[in-house]
């Protein structure tokens, strides 16, 4: 898998961005305090050698690569967005067009589900969904001998 355009993007300016400060400051020390790295000295703490900042030619040849990608993904992007006016659109395999014969040509009269009592109480007849409780069961009356 190829890293996009705007993590190599990232990757040159993160490696460019803090030396090219650097370099104009003399380069800072950095000190290792345990784990940690900081520009600060700190007891216990030893300096670090970096790396040195890029000369003029690798940071000409970093915007190089990318202004290159930038351009491979932008005509990448109008390849893909060509294609997809050019597609058709895929139908659905296995639905006939008209109903099955067979099955009736009168459509039914009869509700799909009964209303109750509670429900056309409520407003079941505006569309809104009613929600119920199950009622409580009754208890057995003892049977007599």
């Known amino acids: 898998m190829m890293p996009s355009f705007r993590s190599i993007a990232l990757i040159a300016l993160l490696a460019v961005g803090p030396h090219t400060a650097a370099s104009a400051a003399g380069g800072p020390t950095v000190y290792r305090c345990g784990n940690a790295y900081q520009a600060e000295p700190c007891a216990g703490g030893s300096a670090v050698a970096t790396d040195p900042a890029p000369s ?11 202004a290159r990608d930038r351009q491979l993904g932008d005509a990448l992007a ?8 050019q597609a058709t659109p895929s139908q659905a395999i296995g639905i006939a067009a008209t109903p099955n014969a067979g099955h009736g040509d009168k459509p039914s009269t009869r509700k799909s589900a009964k209303t109750s009592k509670k429900a056309r109480k409520a407003g079941a007849d505006s569309g809104d969904f009613v929600a119920f409780a199950p009622a409580k069961k009754k208890k057995a009356a003892p049977a007599a001998h």
Request: hydrophobic share 45%.
């Open 56 to 66: 003029a030619d690798q940071v000409a040849a970093a915007k190089d690569v990318a």
């Open 78 to 85: 109008r390849d893909r967005a060509e294609r997809e006016a």
